[in-house]
């Protein structure tokens, strides 16, 4: 997060190989849900920069409105418009399965984004970030601190975004049996909505009804932001907390140690930048030029990492 | 000077000026008002489809491609207007109803619980038809006999139903397997989706039973002086306890409608729906505090909003300025909707003054 | 001006007083309707000048005109010598003139104070000066005779006779040289009357001109000096002396007839029907009336007189099923209706045209004939199916039968002035198969002409064999036209008796002291 | 009380009913009303924290807990506090503010532009209060003078400054870099939060303002019959703009109190505070229809909304199931209300029976 709104030089990346040389030109059909969130805001502007690095690519972009069917009928429009590849971040992945296979069907390759296609036949490439890892990593950073402190029963609160979404879900229930592994358990858990206002809110509430605590981890580093205001309105400092996603303020807050954030468990937007970078290879046919495969792969997962004062400055230009 | 007498102004000739029989009465009574008034809302919907020409005439060069347009700009309003005609009901009979897509929501999931969906196809919609119903009756209840302000007996709906769809589905987006549910929305028949002829349908319904039924008749009457309609002998608060189930089968209509769509359901589905189709019913003439609407005009409304969405897709503005494009858009339609309605009685009133 | 001259001015020629307003074939359209068509007015300082004219005549829309409420469409309008056109109330307020509106038109949530003072409160940086306003509109309510009534009291809580008060209050708290009165006196008791027509008295006597608006025209030979009388949006005579022109010269020049109060015939009593259709056995409701039995026969028509706030409505109300009732019971046909509920009341044959038509009996924004039909709609349906064509036929007949002006049954009701609404509501109870009618105030506001319609109607409906049991505050009405009078005082019936056998200073008597109550209570 | 009975019938034996001296009418009278109406509240929110202490008693056993408690429960109100203070004089006015979040968001985006934080905390709040002042001018001229339905067109108003927060803000969160805008969050004054006095100060005013002025006397006017309120000279078009106004100015107030709180702004800040607030205001007494309410009432609405908030945090229930109660709770509250209401009426009337 950071007051301008262009994409951070770390997000988007041209290969040096041959891959890069201009080649046939490729429509690129890409579908986002509306940006009110920091993160989303960033998919959308990496996956315009990545685009706008190639010569051969002509990008179309449509939102996706406010739900499944809106979505639909957005990504109808797209279809009339004849793309050669549609990257396609969805609302949820279950919703627009069916239209993964009818694209599919009609010839015309998916890029599932992030939010996954459960069926195999309905997308092309799917590149997604690991919620259930991040939840794992934050378990993991968070289990171990308490441990090297000496604390055997800590009390440990998580703030997580919105939560009837799934990815919310995977992502608690990697925290929860990562903690298992220690012994460890959520004290209390109260959900925000992504936006640093509610985190503000629930944040506040939990510190409410924790009197002390050991360790927090928020999902999300943009409703960190409300999340760290509460907990300075509330003079409280005397517990740990991991962030999620990565952005800029949070690593720099970390490289900067003088807030209780210590760590963040990253899913990175950057993951649309490699999206239309592959999209444009399946348009031209092309394979990765590391891997001795002729073809792009066709599932990516991004390994959810964990950043930490030591390592900040490695991550600074990745932060959105 | 004739200060100090009492004068008698010659007779007028009989019945002079105050009941002219009425020249063009036909238009200027509240029916003809309603049809001005629609004949507005299509007159931006005009406008809104030569934007949309202008803009990207490459596209509406091919035929082919408006009329699949045209197809998918219905597909995407018969959800939304599938609850707009309930709410209008609603809204007429001087109510609200804030849980409109609480129930879409809850309707839908409970629909596609595994246990439902091993009943199939029928199973499902009768389930999301009854729970959308029930749901409906309760907030009649509330509302009827249990005297509270529809506004938040709804709101308190919209709260809990939520919950309990959060609650029955474990907040995971639950996925169905149906064909004959997902075939709703992936089929067509003679070239029109059959999403679009379930809306047609409603619309039909909603249209005689508003319009030819006593059903409709009392509903107006409800709305526009319930104390009126009590004494004309109208059970008023078990018709409003039926206004709100009707809502409530209409939002079970289109979970079933929305699930196909998504081929899924989960607790957060139909968010908003409610704010969409009340603005929908209000943009089409429909008066918020009750006694008069048209679900043609409700209807007329979900499409032109509808329309807005896809000309902004075909366009592919970033959603902020489509955002301050739409908050335009609809003050403008209300006023083009005012300028034409009052132009039109203008008309008329000049008409009369010269021909009198 | 060269009118002809009509009548002679009956005060001394030294009484002349300045003419403070002055109309000029003033002309007002709206959409569909010419509700003045050259309207002459002249109104002096220190006179009453009463307007008469049939509902629709334009009266209402005449003084709305003049209280800068509406904007004429063309003509004159001359205040104290000057041209003048309000563009708004607060104009004609800052003018000097005060309205007292037909409908009523206080806000139900402020006080009594603050309705009085609305728009032109006793304020300093903004703030309301409370205890001044509260001492002033006291001083006003008693100027009223109405001291009792607490001026910070919310007026939700005040019955309607206490709000045509405050209304009046509203009207004196501005520095008046005009105040006009549309129909203030159709909410008022008989007492209640002479306390307005005190206190105009005292208004004039201080050089203040009010132009009065009634139906009634005792009132106006009572309190008025000179009359206008308006037909169909035109002046059709100006300036006739109040107390001196014959009633038929008035009535004629209103409606082409001549009589005031026309009461059919009654039917001479022949064969007494043994049955009755409704009867009441010791109905009582908490605070509004206290075991009441009463009964009506088929063909009869049972009047209740009382003064305002008797609890007749409220007894009306109970036995139509519109209110609970404690105890007692209300059988049809020798069958015990249940309590609270309308639609049995219906269903057995009941109909009732309620007091307050506006609030309580019509859909104001849809047509004539969907009001005409509101309680018989489902009669003509079939399978729930309305029929459009049967429904405008029947309500077509009424509006026929009523004399409704205007006949178009298509427009919407708001349009109509406040008689011809009042048919409306009426004319609901002659379709379908009602045998008992329940009337309240059938002819509040309705004109001379209508009203002759009106009891023509109801004694034809008596001829048929309905039953009527009216309730009316004027005494003259309830003696003409019932068969037999019950007499309610504070909830009670105090006296019940054949209509031949009261006469009109009898039920005054009965009502307001009971003095002269011998007969056993009913 | 019955000495006020005594003197009462004594005083108008001859104009028996026409002023019926209400016995007991002091109490009946819509003052009493109101007060029951909030003991009711008041007696709601009792029970909410006795509810808390029976289910936390070790929490609830530390007075400095409950004390700390306490506080951040008014905290938490205090943003929605003071957009409902506005909103309720907007619904007594007889209309009603859809935007009021949006307008929360545009004021708190506007305000922590890099430009704008350059001038400073001042130069930030007089922006925030200025956006939203303006941004409510708007809305009462649409509804004012272009005679747009206050919901349609404050609907309009919520997707377009959304819109426009999202534009200006690049769909960012901007974090306030200002310390004394931080500061009216984190700081206290004798142990209680900045945020806390702004609330009652708005609290304050608004009382004074609806009671006392005749500006809040005509609000009653022109919302519980815009008739009148025309026919006795109040200029209502004018009155019903500089209502919204007053509705912005408190949503540009929120702005930088959420801002403070958040540290940051964003488009999506304030998401359906305007329910919130119409909820609360409701909840309170205030007829959505216009003419009555008190601000009292609205801000015990908003403390229970905030308190039942509370309730669930420190209890841990999960949201779905907190959803399912909140509703049934909205729902009590409102039956808790009329209950108490109505029995005390019933209560005075066979009382007045009794010594009549
Ligand atoms: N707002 C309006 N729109 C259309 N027509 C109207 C309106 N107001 C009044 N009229 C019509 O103007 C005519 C005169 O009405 P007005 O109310 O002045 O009559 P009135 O003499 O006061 O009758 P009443 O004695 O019944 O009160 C009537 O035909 C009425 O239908
Ligand atoms: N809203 C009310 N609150 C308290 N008392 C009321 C209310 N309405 C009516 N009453 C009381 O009920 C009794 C009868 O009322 P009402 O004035 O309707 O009688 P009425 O005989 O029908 O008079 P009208 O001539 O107006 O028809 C009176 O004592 C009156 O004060
Ligand atoms: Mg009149
Ligand atoms: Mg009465």
Redesign the pocket.
């Known amino acids: 997060t950071s007051n301008d709104a262009s994409a951070p030089e770390g997000q988007t990346k041209v290969a040096d190989a041959s891959a890069a040389a201009p080649g046939k030109p490729v429509t690129i059909g890409f579908s986002a849900p509306a940006a009110d969130h920091g993160w989303l805001a960033a998919i959308t502007t990496n996956a315009k920069a990545q685009a706008g690095l190639y010569s051969d690519v002509t990008f179309k972009t449509v939102e996706a409105g406010a739900d499944a069917p809106a979505q639909l009928a957005a990504l109808r429009t797209l279809i009339a418009q004849k793309p050669d590849v549609i990257v396609l971040l969805p609302h949820d992945g279950k919703e627009l399965n069916a239209f993964g296979l009818e694209a599919m069907k009609a010839g015309i390759p998916v890029v599932n984004l992030d939010r996954a296609f459960p069926d195999a036949l309905a997308y092309r490439l799917q590149i997604k970030g690991d919620n259930y890892g991040m939840g794992v990593s934050a378990g993991k950073y968070i289990g171990e601190q308490m441990k090297a402190k000496n604390i055997a029963n800590p009390i440990i609160g998580e703030i997580p975004g919105i939560d009837s979404l799934e990815l919310t879900s995977e992502r608690s229930a990697g925290f929860k049996a990562e903690l298992a592994t220690f012994g460890f358990s959520v004290a209390r858990r109260i959900p925000a909505e992504f936006t640093a206002d509610t985190g503000r809110v629930a944040a506040s509430q939990l510190l409410q009804a924790l009197p002390k605590i050991d360790a927090v981890w928020n999902h999300d580093d943009d409703q960190g932001i409300g999340v760290l205001a509460a907990i300075t309105q509330a003079n409280r400092s005397e517990f740990i907390m991991v962030g999620g996603a990565g952005s800029k303020a949070a690593i720099d807050a970390i490289a900067a140690d003088n807030s209780v954030l210590k760590a963040t468990v990253t899913y990175s937007p950057s993951m649309a930048s490699s999206a239309i970078t592959l999209a444009r290879l399946i348009g031209q046919g092309k394979g990765m030029s590391d891997l001795v495969e002729l073809q792009v792969p066709k599932e990516i997962t991004l390994t959810s990492e964990t950043i930490t004062k030591e390592n900040a400055s490695t991550y600074a230009k990745l932060g959105f | 000077m004739s200060d100090a007498t009492a004068t008698a102004v010659a007779e007028s000739p009989q019945h002079g000026g105050a009941t002219p029989p009425a020249k063009g009465g036909r238009w200027r009574g509240d029916l003809g008002e309603s049809i001005t008034r629609n004949l507005g809302l299509l007159g931006v919907l005009a406008l809104l489809i030569i934007i949309g020409a202008v803009t990207q005439p490459d596209l509406y060069g091919d035929s082919s491609w408006v009329w699949s347009n045209v197809l998918s700009i219905l597909q995407l309003a018969s959800v939304v207007g599938v609850v707009t005609v309930g709410m209008t009901f609603v809204i007429i009979g001087g109510g609200i109803d804030l849980s409109a897509g609480a129930i879409v929501a809850l309707a839908g999931v409970w629909a596609t619980t595994v246990a439902t969906q091993s009943y199939g196809a029928a199973g499902m919609i009768f389930t999301a038809i009854i729970v959308g119903t029930i749901v409906g009756l309760v907030n009649g209840v509330l509302i009827s006999y249990g005297r509270l302000v529809p506004f938040i007996a709804t709101l308190a709906m919209l709260v809990a139903a939520r919950g309990l769809a959060a609650q029955i589905s474990g907040k995971q987006t639950q996925v169905s397997a149906n064909t004959f549910i997902n075939g709703i929305a992936a089929n067509k028949f003679l070239g029109i989706p059959i999403l679009v002829y379930i809306f047609a349908g409603v619309v039909i319904v909603g249209w005689v039973l508003l319009n030819r039924t006593t059903f409709g008749r009392r509903t107006v009457a409800v709305g526009g002086n319930p104390e009126a309609a009590r004494l004309a002998g109208i059970n008023v608060k078990w018709h409003s306890l039926l206004l709100y189930a009707l809502s409530g089968l209409c939002c079970g209509i289109a979970a079933i409608m929305l699930t196909a769509q998504a081929n899924s359901a989960q607790a957060a589905m139909g968010n908003l729906y409610e704010l969409d189709a009340i603005a929908a019913a209000i943009i089409g003439g429909t008066l918020l505090s009750g006694g008069r609407g048209t679900i043609i005009g409700s209807v007329l409304g979900v499409i032109i909003f509808a329309t807005i969405t896809n000309l902004f897709a075909i366009n592919g503005l970033p959603v902020e300025i489509q955002n301050m494009v739409k908050g335009g858009i609809i003050v403008a339609a209300v006023l083009i909707q005012q300028f034409r309605f009052k132009s039109v009685t203008q008309f008329f009133a000049r008409n009369k003054v010269t021909t009198t | 001006m060269s009118e002809q001259t009509n009548t002679e001015q009956p005060d001394s020629a030294d009484k002349q007083a300045e003419i403070v307003l002055r109309l000029t074939d003033v002309v007002k359209t709206f959409p569909g309707v010419r509700a003045l068509d050259g309207v002459q007015l002249e109104v002096r300082a220190g006179e009453v000048h009463c307007l008469l004219g049939q509902n629709g005549a334009g009266k209402s829309t005449l003084i709305k005109i003049l209280s800068g409420a509406h904007q004429p469409d063309s003509g004159q309008v001359e205040w104290l010598g000057e041209p003048v056109s309000f563009a708004n109330p607060q104009a004609a307020m800052k003018a000097g003139i005060a309205t007292i509106y037909q409908e009523l038109d206080l806000v139900e949530d402020l006080s009594v104070a603050e309705n009085a003072f609305l728009g032109h409160e006793p304020r300093r940086l903004g703030f309301v000066r409370r205890g001044r306003m509260e001492r002033q509109a006291n001083g006003i309510l008693g100027r009223l005779g109405h001291g009792e009534i607490p001026s910070s009291r919310m007026v939700r809580?005040l019955?309607?006779?206490g709000k045509q008060i405050v209304s009046m209050a509203r009207a004196l708290s501005h520095d008046a040289r005009l105040i006009i009165m549309d129909e203030p006196s159709a909410?008022l008791?008989h007492d209640e009357v002479g306390n307005l027509f005190r206190i105009i008295r005292e208004l004039t006597a201080q050089g203040i001109a009010v132009i009065y608006i009634s139906h009634r025209m005792d009132e106006i030979r009572e309190i008025g000096d000179r009359v206008t009388v308006l037909k169909d949006g035109r002046t059709t005579a100006a300036n006739l002396p109040a107390q001196t022109t014959p009633t038929k010269d008035l009535v004629s020049r209103m409606t082409g007839r001549n009589i005031e109060y026309v009461f059919p015939d009654r039917p001479a009593e022949t064969e007494a029907e043994t049955t009755d259709l409704l009867r009441v056995e010791g109905l009582s409701r908490e605070?509004?009336?206290a075991d009441i039995s009463l009964s009506v026969r088929p063909g009869e028509i049972v009047g209740i007189a009382?003064?305002?706030?008797?609890?007749?409505?409220?007894?009306?109300e109970c036995i139509y099923g519109a209110r609970r009732s404690q105890s007692g019971t209300v059988t049809m046909n020798g069958r015990a209706l249940r309590p609270g509920s309308v639609g049995a009341a219906v269903r057995a044959g009941m109909g009732m045209a309620p007091?307050e038509r506006k609030s309580q009996a019509l859909l104001l924004g849809e047509p004539i004939y969907r009001n005409v039909t509101l309680a018989t709609f489902s009669r003509y349906a079939r399978l729930g199916f309305t029929d459009a064509g049967k429904e405008l036929a029947e309500a077509e007949g009424i509006a026929e039968a009523l004399e409704l002006r205007p006949r178009d049954v298509r427009r919407a009701v708001r349009t109509l002035s406040g008689g011809n609404q009042q048919k409306v509501v009426v004319g609901r109870w002659l379709l379908g198969d009602t045998r008992l009618l329940l009337l309240?105030?059938p002819t509040r506001g309705v004109d001379v002409g209508a009203r002759a319609e009106l009891y023509q109607v109801i004694r034809s409906l008596a001829a048929r064999g309905v039953g009527v049991l009216l309730?009316s505050?004027e005494v003259p009405e309830v003696l003409g036209l019932a068969d037999r009078v019950l007499v309610?005082r504070?909830?009670r019936v105090v006296r019940e008796a054949l209509a031949g056998e009261l006469d009109e200073d009898t039920v005054l008597d009965l009502v307001m002291s009971g003095s002269l109550m011998e007969g056993a209570p009913a």
Not at chain 3, 306 to 316: P, Q
């Open positions: 809580s019955p309607a006779a909410v008791a605070g509004e009336f009382g003064l305002v706030g008797s609890g007749r409505s409220e007894l009306l007091e309240d105030e309730v505050s309610m504070e909830g």
